[in-house]
């Protein structure tokens, strides 16, 4: 039931809490979707799970290898228009 600030839910016996539908639906979490829990002094934040572990820029700088002459701006630029407008055009 919507209360002036959101939503409310009950904790189950067990500790369990369960999300609304609607909460459940605007976020895109289905069942089985891992939550991380972050506890403030005033409240409790659910955030998703990241997908991949964080990683620094020194562990994955030049994992890529490309060999010709290096691109310059200009030329990256409308690599990554061209791929917009294909994919824009793809759906």
Do not use: N
Not at 4 to 28: D, H, I, Q
Not at 47 to 54: G, L, Q, S, T
């Amino acid at each position: 039931m919507p209360a002036k600030e959101g939503f409310t839910t009950t904790v189950s016996t067990k500790g369990e809490v369960v999300l609304p539908k609607a909460v459940r639906r605007a976020m895109g979490w289905e069942a089985g979707k891992k939550l991380i829990v972050h506890q403030t002094h005033e409240s409790v934040v659910l955030k998703p799970f990241p997908v991949f572990a964080p990683t620094k820029t020194s562990e994955v700088f030049g994992c890529l290898k490309y060999s010709g002459a290096p691109k310059t701006v200009e030329e990256m630029d409308a690599s990554i228009l061209t791929e917009a407008k294909r994919r824009h055009e793809d759906g």
